[in-house]
């Protein structure tokens, strides 16, 4: 029987959603934007809207290192003027007021005003002027390139009438979209959007409803060589994905793939530790899980450590010499690197291959050495107490070709430690602090 996992989906949801600060911030931008371009172009109610993600119910907070934004429509291009030149338009009238000029950011497709970044993350509003259209509610024009029909009022209604069901799906998709797929690789909202609609069920449970959206995805689009078409569900003369390259379309449907495995992984497990880790897996570390404390996860005895001294060297800390290490989880099968590892983090699954690697400052040569030293009744019944001090090792288990580069599997529920050490003529001159790994394996509680 599958976990439940409806409080974990609400919790995830709630993480990911845009604060307080951030959806203050959006409606104080875009209320002023639109009552400037109201007034400058004298236009009435409802010809300047919100469209995107935002009036839609998808936005979600962006990933590290994102932008969150808002997209504006404005009704007041002139039906005569070239597309460039309306886009100009809108450029100079924002350049001519002392809020704008010095936001401005030119595109194809807008007019971009960028906001200086803060706290809560980078932020912009991209505006576009439009026309009434013949054969579409309006057109809007790209730069040196023409006009092009859409129907941005009337997909924000077809968004919203899909139901709640619909919004969290996109929602917790768009945030595994960003999690595994780069800016330059990843397939656009709008196309990520109505292919969920074509595809997902109605089904209640957040968790068997995602698992399967992803699974009927990675079937109707794995034999695929050049993109689908994809219409838009409010304009159908217009394909959505017509610039979705077969590179794109090749990473969506490999990440589609790896994610089949982890919704599998997800569902059929019994262990809700277990469950937590495969969709923290798929869609990142604002997935909660259980804490170590709520494991009952808490340090050994490590007393068995090797010493320096026991290695036949001095300690002779030199404060010119620094050495600091970081972590991070291996995922997929071709064995690329995933999120950080904090230490005395989240628990890691066993089964899994850390990487850590150790950033060093020295005046001259050191070398590098690693200690590891596993602590707690599951390790020392499995006669797993190591505590030795050794040279980097590579991911097959073999000497490492990088000395500052060395990989672990993880394997005992508990809390386990690993440092690095610089050694010169014999003696340590300096230590990393023990970076902690909380690791779980299943059906094996903590226990010292």
Same mark, same amino acid.
Not at 77 to 97: N, V, Y
Not at 290 to 297: E, F, K, Q, S, Y
């Given at each position: 029987?599958?976990?439940?996992?409806?409080?974990?989906?609400?919790?995830?949801?709630?993480n990911?959603?845009?604060?307080?600060?951030?959806?203050?911030?959006?409606?104080?931008?875009?209320?002023?934007?639109?009552?400037?371009?109201?007034?400058?172009?004298?236009?009435?109610?409802?010809?300047?809207?919100?469209?995107?993600?935002?009036?839609?119910?998808?936005?979600?907070?962006?990933?590290? %290192?994102?932008?969150?934004?808002?997209?504006?429509?404005?009704?007041?291009?002139?039906?005569?003027?070239?597309?460039?030149a309306?886009?100009?338009?809108?450029?100079?009238?924002?350049?001519?007021?002392?809020?704008f000029?010095?936001?401005?950011?030119?595109?194809?497709?807008?007019?971009?005003?960028?906001y &200086?970044?803060?706290?809560?993350?980078?932020f912009?509003v991209?505006?576009?002027?439009?026309?009434?259209?013949?054969?579409?509610?309006?057109?809007?024009?790209?730069?040196?390139?023409?006009w +092009?029909?859409?129907?941005?009022?009337?997909?924000t209604?077809?968004?919203?009438?899909? %139901?709640?069901?619909?919004?969290?799906?996109?929602?917790?998709?768009?945030?595994?979209?960003?999690?595994?797929?780069?800016?330059?690789?990843?397939?656009?909202?709008?196309?990520?959007?109505?292919?969920?609609?074509?595809?997902?069920?109605?089904?209640?449970d957040?968790?068997?409803?995602?698992?399967?959206?992803?699974r009927?995805?990675?079937?109707?689009?794995?034999?695929l060589?050049?993109?689908?078409?994809?219409?838009?569900p409010?304009?159908?003369?217009?394909?959505?994905?017509?610039?979705?390259?077969?590179?794109?379309?090749?990473?969506?449907?490999?990440?589609?793939?790896?994610?089949?495995?982890?919704?599998?992984?997800?569902?059929?497990?019994?262990?809700?530790?277990?469950?937590?880790?495969?969709?923290?897996?798929?869609?990142?570390?604002?997935?909660p899980?259980?804490?170590?404390?709520?494991?009952?996860?808490?340090?050994?005895?490590?007393?068995h450590?090797?010493?320096?001294?026991q290695?036949?060297?001095?300690?002779?800390?030199?404060?010119?010499?620094?050495?600091?290490?970081q972590?991070?989880?291996?995922r997929? +099968?071709?064995?690329?690197?995933?999120?950080a590892?904090?230490?005395?983090g989240a628990?890691?699954?066993?089964?899994?291959r850390?990487?850590?690697? &150790?950033h060093?400052?020295?005046?001259?040569?050191s070398?590098?050495?690693?200690?590891?030293?596993?602590?707690?009744?599951?390790?020392?019944?499995?006669?797993?107490l190591?505590?030795?001090?050794?040279?980097? +090792?590579?991911?097959? %288990?073999?000497?490492?070709?990088?000395?500052?580069?060395?990989?672990?599997?993880?394997?005992?529920?508990?809390?386990?430690?690993?440092?690095?050490l610089?050694?010169r003529?014999?003696?340590?001159?300096?230590?990393?602090p023990?970076f902690?790994?909380?690791i779980?394996? +299943?059906?094996?509680?903590?226990?010292?």
């Amino acid at each position: 029987m599958a976990v439940d996992m409806s409080v974990q989906f609400q919790e995830f949801l709630d993480n990911i959603a845009l604060g307080e600060r951030q959806t203050e911030r959006m409606n104080s931008a875009s209320n002023t934007v639109i009552s400037f371009l109201a007034a400058s172009y004298g236009l009435p109610d409802g010809y300047v809207f919100l469209q995107g993600s935002y009036p839609n119910g998808t936005a979600i907070e962006p990933v590290e %290192g994102g932008e969150y934004d808002v997209d504006i429509v404005a009704v007041c291009a002139d039906p005569k003027a070239p597309p460039t030149a309306a886009l100009d338009d809108l450029e100079q009238r924002f350049a001519a007021d002392g809020r704008f000029k010095n936001r401005i950011k030119r595109k194809t497709p807008c007019v971009r005003l960028e906001y &200086a970044p803060d706290d809560v993350g980078r932020f912009h509003v991209d505006v576009v002027p439009a026309r009434a259209s013949t054969a579409a509610p309006l057109e809007v024009p790209r730069r040196n390139e023409g006009w +092009k029909d859409t129907a941005p009022a009337e997909y924000t209604d077809w968004c919203t009438n899909r %139901g709640p069901q619909f919004m969290r799906t996109v929602r917790i998709l768009k945030r595994w979209r960003g999690e595994h797929q780069t800016v330059r690789t990843a397939v656009k909202s709008i196309v990520l959007q109505v292919l969920i609609s074509e595809v997902m069920p109605a089904i209640a449970d957040d968790a068997t409803r995602v698992a399967a959206t992803v699974r009927t995805l990675h079937e109707r689009l794995q034999s695929l060589e050049t993109p689908p078409v994809v219409r838009n569900p409010v304009l159908a003369s217009e394909n959505l994905a017509a610039n979705w390259s077969n590179e794109s379309l090749r990473s969506f449907i490999s990440e589609l793939a790896e994610a089949v495995e982890l919704v599998d992984q997800a569902t059929n497990a019994s262990d809700p530790v277990e469950a937590a880790d495969a969709w923290r897996e798929l869609l990142g570390d604002d997935f909660p899980t259980l804490t170590p404390d709520a494991l009952g996860i808490q340090l050994g005895d490590y007393s068995h450590a090797q010493t320096p001294t026991q290695m036949g060297w001095s300690e002779q800390l030199d404060p010119r010499f620094d050495v600091q290490i970081q972590a991070t989880r291996q995922r997929g +099968k071709s064995g690329r690197i995933s999120r950080a590892v904090q230490s005395n983090g989240a628990p890691v699954f066993a089964g899994s291959r850390l990487r850590f690697k &150790a950033h060093v400052t020295e005046p001259i040569h050191s070398a590098v050495w690693w200690q590891v030293a596993n602590t707690g009744g599951h390790a020392r019944a499995s006669n797993g107490l190591r505590g030795e001090i050794f040279k980097a +090792k590579n991911i097959g %288990g073999n000497a490492s070709g990088d000395e500052t580069e060395n990989w672990e599997s993880t394997a005992y529920t508990g809390r386990h430690l690993i440092r690095a050490l610089l050694v010169r003529n014999q003696s340590v001159v300096a230590t990393s602090p023990w970076f902690l790994v909380n690791i779980y394996a +299943k059906n094996v509680p903590f226990r010292l």
